[in-house]
Each structure stands twice: as C-alpha cells, then as structure tokens.
C-alpha cells in the first residue's frame, strides 16, 4: 500500500503571514489523487484542496494553493494571508483511483496566532 | 441533509461488550471506509467496501466486523471490546472513476472504552 509522510508533527504561524506544510508519498502508480483535509476542534473532516496527477498545473482555492512535484513525490500546502481560523490538524492523503484505497499521513498541527 | 452520517456520535461502554456503528451516504457512492482515529490523531484505514464487496482489510483484529447491506450502509460491529478500541470511528464514502473524487467523511463516534 502506499505511504504518506508528513514531517512536521506541529507549526505555526502568525496572523496574516504565510505557512507552508510539507507531505511526501510513496507509490508504483502513476495516475492517483493527493489531497489536503483540515481537521478543526470539531473533528469535522473537511477537503481544502485536490490535486490529479496527470494534471501538471498545480491546485489552488482562493488562499490555498500546492506545489505538485511529481517526479520528486512531494505535495506541499501553502496557506497565504493565514487567518485564525485555519487553526486545525491538516492531513496530506493519497487515493489509488483503481480501488480507491485512501491513506492519510500522520497530520501537522497548524496553529494560527494574532 | 447529511452527506454521511454516522450514529451514534459518543459511545461509553464498558469492557467486554459488545456494539455496532451505523453509517449511511446519500451520496450515492459506491464505495465506503471506516477509519479509526487515535489519540495522537493518526488515521488508520480499517476497511473499504465497494458496492457491497470487501476491498480492504487492514490488519484490524477478528472482533471487528464491517456489514454492509447495501451500497449506501456500512455499519461497524465490535466484539468483546478493549481499553485500546478507544478512539474516533470515522466512516467516509467515496465514487470510484470520478474525475473530481474525493472522500466525504462522517462527523465520527468517540468510543470511550472503561
């Protein structure tokens, strides 16, 4: 099965700034989907941003964009003009479209202050 | 109207017993998860049924089972319950083939096990 890293257990940043949060995977496959969730206090799972791998133009959602390297199997989330509530657990995700296996990283904790 | 919903949404049950998790999409989907969430927050998959059919089965122990009576349930029964089977249940629903897939989670059953 595939395999989804995320480094950065814990981060954060200030009011207004800019965060960037790191995710690596690993797969054989060459067509799947990555995904951002946030997951806030309400423990409400909620999709931020998709991105398809065939697809070479990066993903964005108004303040969140990605920066898709697929050659180098990383998938990072950037949060520009960061707001206090964009606090919340984030998990990077991977879907094998054949079986629609999803596996999820173990999460960074993104905490916002004023 | 609820994507996916789950019930019960708080479960307190004592060691050795017995209990069931619903889960239900309207989403029409055919594919559907249970993952468990820890207390460091990791997402585990534990089962993925597609249109009825067992597609994943993690290495979760025999005293979980996954019933699924038809493409829009798939209900989560545990037996003999442990202290460690305390956790977050998410289930989630997914469409195979689609070009914006994603996974729609449940709202999640805190099962505290005393």
């Known amino acids: 099965a595939q395999t989804v890293t995320q480094s950065q257990p814990e981060m954060s940043v200030q009011e207004a700034e800019t965060v960037t949060l790191s995710c690596t995977y690993d797969t054989s496959e060459s067509n799947y989907y990555l995904f951002w969730y946030k997951q806030p206090p309400s423990r409400q799972m909620i999709l931020v941003i998709r991105q398809e791998a065939y697809k070479q133009q990066n993903a964005t959602e108004n303040r969140f964009s990605v920066n898709f390297q697929k050659a180098a199997k990383s998938f990072s989330l950037k949060i520009s003009d960061s707001q206090l509530g964009d606090t919340a657990m984030y998990f990077c995700?991977?879907?094998?479209?054949?079986?629609?296996?999803?596996?999820f990283g173990a999460g960074t904790r993104l905490t916002v202050k004023p | 109207d609820t994507a996916v919903s789950q019930t019960p949404k708080y479960l307190v049950t004592q060691m050795g017993n017995d209990k069931s998790i619903k889960c239900e999409q309207n989403?029409?989907?055919?594919?559907m998860y249970w993952y468990k969430q820890d207390s460091k927050k990791f997402l585990k998959i534990m089962f993925s049924?597609?249109?009825?059919?067992?597609?994943i089965n993690e290495t979760v122990p025999n005293r979980f089972s996954p019933k699924s009576p038809d493409k829009a349930h798939l209900n989560l029964h545990i037996n003999s319950l442990e202290l460690g089977d305390s956790a977050v249940y998410f289930c989630?629903?997914?469409?195979?083939?689609?070009?914006?897939?994603?996974?729609?989670f449940g709202q999640g059953t805190r099962l505290t096990v005393v």
């Open positions: 049924y597609n249109n009825k059919e067992l597609i």
């Open positions: 995700a991977f879907m094998n479209p054949g079986n629609n296996d999803m596996r």
């Open positions: 989403l029409g989907h055919d594919t």
């Open positions: 989630a629903s997914s469409q195979r083939g689609g070009g914006d897939t994603e996974a729609f």
